[in-house]
């Protein structure tokens, strides 16, 4: 039996701000809630057997992924089709002004869960025990879960 875990990324200071981000060369670090998150998502995985993390190109999400996996020899990998969407001009505004948006003028949403599911088929054929920890920031949820 092949088991995933999945994590979103840990609170962010992007998080606080209530901002959106799609661009992972923008530095967004963890807060000490998120630190706190990532530990308590180690406590909760440490008996798991991990033979994989991937993780997004975003910070937040190795960040998150270090804390959690920190004293375990887990071999990491970036999977770049697991990245939240580029938001295009939204980028950097917040989630009100997301909402009251008709659409980003940058990658199309709808591609999002299409990359997501080739980034899972592609992962998971590569790992012979098939079991994973894959931590990455969910850019598929829609509008009214964020609010």
């Not at 057997?49 to 804390?67: G, M, W």
Request: hydrophobic share 35%; net charge positive.
């Amino acid at each position: 039996m092949r088991l995933f875990v999945i994590a979103r990324h840990a609170h962010s200071t992007l998080n606080l701000e209530r901002r959106i981000n799609g661009d992972p060369s923008v530095p967004v670090p963890l807060t000490e809630q998120g630190e706190e998150e990532a530990r308590q998502l180690g406590i909760q995985v440490a008996n798991v057997p991990i033979d994989a993390c991937v993780h997004t190109r975003f910070p937040r999400t190795r960040e998150t992924a270090a804390i959690a996996l920190a004293g375990r020899d887990v071999p990491t990998r970036v999977e770049p089709l697991l990245d939240d969407i580029d938001v295009g001009n939204l980028e950097g505004q917040t989630i009100d002004e997301y909402g009251s948006t008709r659409a980003p003028t940058g990658f199309p949403a709808a591609r999002a869960s299409t990359r997501r599911r080739a980034a899972t088929r592609t992962g998971s054929g590569s790992w012979s025990r098939g079991r994973a920890n894959v931590s990455w920031s969910s850019a598929t949820r829609s509008r009214s879960a964020t609010r």
